[in-house]
Nanobody
Framework: QIELEESGGGLVQPGGSLRLSCVASGGMYQIDRMGWHRQVPGKQRELVAVITSTGSTNYSDAVSGRFTISRGKAKNTVYLQMNSLKPEDAAVYYC???????????????WGQGTQVTVSS
């Protein structure tokens, strides 16, 4: 059973910073890519940033230049450094991992429970 555990959410003032962390655990062959999505009530979940196993990154236009995604040395951890936060960044942030369970298996997506980020003065 693959589990993703997020941490680091909270309340921050506009212009402030937060760092989200996500750790993947469970039996797996490898993680292909990890990423962060966010969702506000009444809207679809949207991609924030993704990082591949080779370190390639991609960001949404809304966060490009302000957020940085990175992976830990163990490759089962992903971070999201969020700077210059705006009220519109407030959302529940979900960690996502594309996992290959066994060497010859396909890729399956897994999600964390989400962590709340609130940006308010």
């Amino acid at each position: 059973q693959i589990e993703l555990e997020e941490s680091g959410g909270g309340l921050v003032q506009p212009g402030g910073s937060l760092r989200l962390s996500c750790v993947a655990s469970g039996g797996m062959y490898q993680i292909d890519r990890m990423g962060w999505h966010r969702q506000v009530p009444g809207k679809q979940r949207e991609l924030v940033a993704v990082i591949t196993s080779t370190g390639s990154t991609n960001y949404s236009d809304a966060v490009s230049g302000r957020f940085t995604i990175s992976r830990g040395k163990a490759k089962n951890t992903v971070y999201l450094q969020m700077n210059s936060l705006k009220p519109e960044d407030a959302a529940v942030y979900y960690c996502n991992a594309a996992v290959q369970i066994m060497k010859n298996s396909g890729i399956s997506n897994y999600w964390g429970q989400g962590t709340q980020v609130t940006v308010s003065s």
